[in-house]
């Protein structure tokens, strides 16, 4: 069992910053490819970015390619999300999830096998 914990979300201005962090516990960190989602209101859970056991590849929506950047320090086992130049259309739920790494990285929520509960990131405008 994976245990992830997001934090770092909050409130911000369009044009502006935030860093999602998850932190997992309860099994070997860089056995795991991670993956970041999220759900905007009456809306379902989407892709925005993964990362691949080692760092070595990842993966973008296109929404978001050339603003958000994924991350993760497996000495900490933990991964990153530095979102920049944020738009109000970013505001959603912020999901971290896990994979087994050997399987490569993933875009589906449904090839995902853990998650955390979410972090809330509002953008205004």
């Known amino acids: 069992q994976v245990r992830l914990v997001e934090s770092g979300g909050g409130l911000v201005q369009a044009g502006g910053s935030l860093r999602l962090s998850c932190a997992a516990s309860?099994?070997?960190?860089?056995?795991?490819?991670m993956g970041w989602f999220r759900q905007a209101p009456g809306r379902e859970r989407e892709f925005v970015a993964a990362?691949?056991?080692?760092?070595?590849?990842?993966r973008y929506v296109d929404s978001v390619q050339g603003r958000f950047t994924i991350s993760r320090d497996n000495a900490k086992n933990t991964v990153f999300l530095q979102m920049d130049s944020l738009k109000p259309e970013d505001t959603a739920v912020y999901y971290c999830?896990?994979?087994?790494?050997?399987?490569?990285?993933?875009?589906?929520?449904?090839?995902?096998?853990?998650w955390g509960k979410g972090t809330l990131v509002t953008v205004s405008s």
């Open positions: 999830a896990a994979r087994n790494g050997a399987l490569g990285i993933a875009t589906m929520t449904r090839a995902m096998d853990y």
């Open positions: 990362i691949s056991w080692g760092g070595s590849r990842t």
């Open positions: 309860g099994r070997t960190f860089s056995d795991y490819a």
